[in-house]
């Protein structure tokens, strides 16, 4: 685990993913609890654009050490690419953006994806002055940190 590292970057992670009348609520459920650990789960009942039923299903942490352990269930190559991208996944209210494969989730897999069937995660980066370039720097040693954890333990 690499919750050693962090010095009060993280305040929150809020995850949600949409359940839509075709997919198994449950099953969307487990992808985001695979993905960001136990967590109260909030169900949301609202209505598609063409009248169809869709279940927002979301959940919020809370304690800065879980939300490092979301970072834990990544793989090096997907920390890698968040680095990468950081001055995307950033914004002026110091807000990352993550989207996780959805199904791979629900398997177990915790990968990055795209499009619309994923995981939108944002957490909330502690920076003082609330300041999106000093969010992008913390998380970015933050990552650099982690990372380099990962290859030391295989």
Known sequence: MIAWLVNRI???L????LS???EDLDRVKTSVMNAIGDAEIRVTRVEGHHGNPIDVVEAVLDRENRIVEFFDRLGRDDLDTLRATL????DEGCNLFVKIDKQSAFKGDINLGAGDDVISVRIKVRAFPAKSDLAMDSVDKFLVSAMSKK???G
């Not at 809020?14 to 993913?17: D, T």
């Not at 001055?87 to 950033?90: D, F, M, S, T």
């Open 10 to 12: 993280f305040a929150s």
């Open 14 to 17: 809020h995850a949600r993913a």
């Open 20 to 22: 839509h009348a075709t």
């Open 87 to 90: 001055g995307a996944r950033v």
């Open 151 to 153: 290859s030391m333990t």
